[in-house]
């Protein structure tokens, strides 16, 4: 199974919030109930989003392949942008704690992430490094950094994510919604992850 931000609720008024349909492949249809409680949450806390956007991944992680994308980072970074996790297998990791002042550019935020959680080279106390448990729905905003799991052996992970926001996730390799009737022009995703302002971006 993989799915890359796959628009799966299109809503065309933010303010109409996310009540309308989702629109799921036959073969997603068991991650509905995972949806549904992120809506329920986004709802109720009165956010309102154009787009839900659903990433999801079953397979093989081995040391050198977590299914994810490496590094510490905040998924949404410099962006109002909402998602949720869900995960079998190996744990995310979470980095808590204080991190100070972080720049602005994603590739040199990065570089300051790791540096705090990988060197240890703290300008303030300390962060911890927690994997919660597994199967339960995390909410994570732009300020939660974490990273992959590291893997000593190879085994079966699956991973989702649902992501809300108002942008277009509109980079070459996104997964296409064939029930839906739309035809977004497309970026080059090395051209946004070259680019320090947007790297870790996933719109254009």
């Not at 972080?102 to 060197?119: G, N, P």
């Not at 996104?174 to 790297?199: C, G, Q």
Request: hydrophobic share 35%.
């Amino acid at each position: 199974m993989y799915y890359l931000y796959l628009p799966v609720i299109m809503a065309p008024e933010a303010s109409e919030g996310l009540r309308g349909y989702a629109r799921l492949p036959p073969a997603l249809h068991g991650v509905m109930p995972i949806l549904e409680q992120a809506m329920l949450r986004e709802n109720t806390e009165h956010r309102y989003w154009k787009y839900a956007y659903l990433s999801a991944r079953k397979g093989w992680a081995t040391p050198d392949n977590p299914l994810n994308r490496p590094g510490w980072h905040c998924d949404g970074f410099g962006s109002p942008d909402m998602n949720y996790i869900w995960w079998s297998g190996a744990g995310t990791r979470f980095a808590v704690g204080n991190f100070g002042e972080i720049s602005d550019d994603l590739k040199l935020s990065m570089r300051q992430f790791e540096a705090r959680c990988v060197t240890r080279n703290y300008a303030h106390e300390p962060v911890r490094i927690e994997t919660p448990e597994a199967k339960h729905l995390y909410q994570i905003d732009r300020y939660v950094v974490h990273a992959t799991p590291v893997l000593r052996i190879g085994q079966m992970r699956q991973f989702v994510k649902i992501s809300f926001s108002n942008e277009r996730y509109n980079l070459y390799g996104n997964s296409h919604n064939y029930l839906f009737d739309y035809d977004w022009p497309m970026v080059d995703r090395e051209e946004i992850r070259n680019d320090t302002s947007k790297a870790q971006g996933d719109s254009a």
